[in-house]
């Protein structure tokens, strides 16, 4: 019986270490999460303006657009736990401004118990904002299907441009950007994100929403960063009228009134309502919610100029 243990054993050692030797190896393939981190371990004290909250800043804000040293470190599903962990775990000494996004769905959702819990991995493994959280680990080999991981591994060896997630300063790269305007694509994108972050039907769901936890938490952030001299540009990133015609309007109407009784609360916070900015038309987004390379650069472009008409005028409201 020994004999026969030993022989399994000897058998299975070659695919354990090759099975090894390739978690080993994706895990050194740079990506959204360990970009960041890098960055923000090296340069954190450096910045002036730093980048917060999900994908709609993610592919939204493009910090070379900014005049003075800014980083992004949004990440899609991104919740404001989750920034407000990131805003304590680096040093920040030069930090003038956070621009966190407060969309439809922000005071609404969670990443950690919602349908985007499985990207608390990447956290765990690459950003990790807090020790001993996140107990569900996967390893990279077997998140995803083998063939997905064995063709990242292949991008990265040949080092093709479209295996980048995020640029350098941690924008989301859109690799499509499309010359021509797919209305049909906008309008179907639109409708599938207006449910997916629909988390309400009536008003007697507002007790038992996130409502609550998530405004204690946004009002943490903007205290923290006032308690250091920091000032908050809260701004709702500019979505199609497709998406928006399709919010619940409970959910909509308790996002704005809490936002701008926030923002009248708080000296160092500014509101920025853009959701309906008519400066963005249907090719200035890559989806029905998500702006594409082209109404990134525009939209960063307002913001910086809006950074600096603030700072001029030592504005903190």
């Not at 499509?176 to 309400?200: F, G, N, Q, W, Y």
Request: aromatic residues 12%; positive net charge.
């Amino acid at each position: 019986m020994r004999s026969f243990i030993r022989k399994i054993l000897l058998f299975m050692l070659p695919v354990v270490l090759i099975l090894l030797g390739c978690e080993w190896a994706l895990r050194q393939i740079p990506n959204s999460y360990s970009i960041k981190y890098r960055y923000l371990q090296r340069n954190s004290d450096k910045l002036s303006n730093l980048v917060l909250g999900s994908s709609h800043t993610y592919f939204g804000i493009d910090p070379q657009y900014f005049s003075a040293p800014t980083f992004n470190a949004a990440e899609v599903s991104q919740s404001v736990d989750i920034d407000l962990k990131i805003l304590k775990m680096f040093s920040y000494k030069e930090l003038r401004f956070v621009i966190l996004p407060v969309s439809y769905s922000s005071l609404f959702s969670k990443i950690e118990g919602g349908a985007e819990a499985w990207r608390l991995d990447n956290y765990a493994m690459y950003f990790p904002v807090e020790k001993g959280a996140f107990i569900s680990f996967k390893t990279e080999l077997f998140k995803d299907r083998l063939v997905n991981s064995l063709e990242k591994l292949r991008y990265y060896v040949k080092k093709d441009s479209a295996a980048m997630e995020c640029s350098p300063l941690g924008w989301g790269i859109d690799h499509t950007d499309p010359a021509h305007v797919d209305t049909a694509m906008l309008r179907t994108t639109a409708i599938e994100a207006a449910k997916r972050h629909t988390s309400i039907a009536t008003e007697a769901d507002l007790r038992t929403s996130l409502l609550a936890e998530n405004t204690a938490t946004l009002e943490g952030i903007i205290k923290y960063c006032a308690g250091k001299g920091i000032r908050i540009i809260m701004v709702s990133i500019p979505v199609t009228d497709m998406y928006y015609s399709h919010l619940n309007s409970i959910q909509l109407q308790t996002t704005m009134t809490t936002l701008q009784a926030i923002d009248k609360r708080y000296d160092n916070c500014h509101y920025i309502d853009l959701s309906q900015s008519d400066r963005y038309g249907y090719s200035d987004f890559k989806d029905g919610d998500h702006l594409s390379r082209r109404g990134a650069r525009k939209l960063s472009i307002y913001l910086d100029s809006t950074i600096q008409s603030m700072s001029a005028m030592g504005q903190t409201h």
